[in-house]
């Protein structure tokens, strides 16, 4: 089952952020993590005491009326979201009135004051562990005995990007300027979320990986969900291929039905796929994306099940790179809410109606491009500047008017 958790929680590096650590990862890395040094308090005069109390009574009095506010505006949120669900699934006329039309409420009370009694943290706890590139391949090698033929240039990876894109579909509009978003313009075929810009002190910041920066979890479930495509495009072009160079493709064909396999053996459920995906061996099917021949099918079917999903949904105009965008980063139920809605509504609508909580608070993006016009707009700006940069450039002349 397609669903990406962005339309619950939270594209490009922001979605990544959102989406990573998964459910497990971060409580096994805490337990795995030494406590931080902390320093005894010294003794606390007892007016430091009473101030703190004080304080820490008008911020918890503070923090329970927004709380209190947020659970009724976020449960309507839900409430109205369901509400639509069954009015598209019944062919129902939806209304404007099917959302909620006010911004989330915004805690602005006191901070929470820090306790003088408390020990004293010297330093913070370690970040928790990202796997990188290096932990893709070395999985692939271990429990698939996999090593993906690497691009011997980065334009050879665009090329057959390209084509692929251009056989699902897409256009060449959608597939740079979405290029340009999620991978910042000039991110080559392995950039990974949070590397997009070599800096010292850079970290990956989620396992979001490519031009259209996959998860694991969408590598893992692209596969069982259209491993059999792959397999067949593949044969295909092995049929067409001489000597050795069918014998190699035949063998990585072979690797490929186990990964499909194995994406398959659990049920076709997001979360299901997600646990998977994050396990040590399933890290290993992430690896794909470096790989010169299933790579760009990977990253070409991700938009390519958003293009088909409006087809289905009735929409028959082609999707603008930020309407398909939308799609990518929300999932295909909130983005195509968004894209068929009428143009004025846009301009009212928060974007608040298609997250979770959680995934609103995290997303500064979409609080401060806080209703559906803005946030499309902020991403058509955004797309206009990063399709100027040499890697969107490269990308763009490579498929054929």
């Known amino acids: 089952m397609r669903r990406h958790p962005f339309c619950l929680c939270g594209g490009g590096a922001l979605a990544a ?30 007016a430091a005491i009473a101030d703190y109390r004080r304080k820490l009574e008008a911020y918890t009095a503070a923090r329970q009326k927004y709380e209190g506010e947020a659970e009724v505006y976020w449960s309507s949120i839900a409430d109205k979201r369901r509400l639509r669900n069954a009015k598209r699934h019944s062919n129902k006329e939806i209304l404007i009135e099917d959302y909620v039309l006010s911004q989330p409420p915004v805690y602005a009370g006191p901070p929470k004051p820090v306790d003088p ?54 256009t060449r509009d959608q597939a740079v300027r979405i290029y340009g978003f999620e991978s910042g313009g000039n991110g080559k075929y392995d950039v990974q979320a949070g590397l997009e810009h070599p800096r010292p002190g850079a970290h990956a910041i989620s396992p979001a990986l490519g031009y259209n920066q996959l998860l694991a979890t969408n590598s893992l479930e692209l596969l069982a969900e259209k491993g059999d ?66 790579g760009p099918l990977l990253q070409a079917q991700k938009l390519r099940d958003s293009v088909v999903f409006a087809r289905q949904k009735g929409y028959g105009a ?38 979770q909580q959680g995934g609103y608070e995290r997303n500064p993006v979409a609080i401060r491009n806080n209703v559906v016009a803005k946030l499309l707009a902020a991403t058509d700006a955004t797309m206009d500047q990063e399709v100027k940069l040499q890697g969107a450039r490269d990308l763009a002349a490579l498929f054929v008017r």
């Open 318 to 355: 082609t999707l603008t790179a930020a309407e398909l965008e939308m799609m990518n980063l929300t999932g295909d139920g909130n983005g195509i809410d968004m894209v068929m809605m009428p143009a004025a509504w846009r301009e009212r609508i928060p974007t608040a109606n298609f997250f």
């Open 17 to 46: 952020l959102l989406l990573w650590p998964p459910p497990g990862f971060a409580a096994a890395s805490a337990a795995d993590s030494s406590p931080p040094a902390s320093a005894a308090a010294p003794s606390t005069p007892a």
């Open 117 to 170: 009694s408390a020990p004293a943290e010297n330093e913070r706890p370690p970040r928790a562990y990202v796997p990188v590139v290096a932990d893709f391949l070395q999985s692939a090698a271990k429990y698939f005995n996999f090593v993906p033929r690497l691009p011997q240039s980065e334009i050879e990876y665009k090329r057959a990007y390209a084509a692929a894109a251009a056989a699902a579909g897409l």
């Open 229 to 294: 495509g792959f397999l067949r495009t593949l044969r295909a072009q092995a049929g067409e291929l001489p000597g050795d160079a069918r014998s190699a493709l035949e063998k990585k064909i072979a690797v490929l039905k186990i990964m499909v396999d194995f994406g398959r053996s659990v049920p076709d459920d997001w979360n299901q796929h997600d646990r998977l995906a994050n396990t040590a061996k399933g890290l290993g099917i992430h690896a794909l994306n470096l790989d010169m021949d299933v």
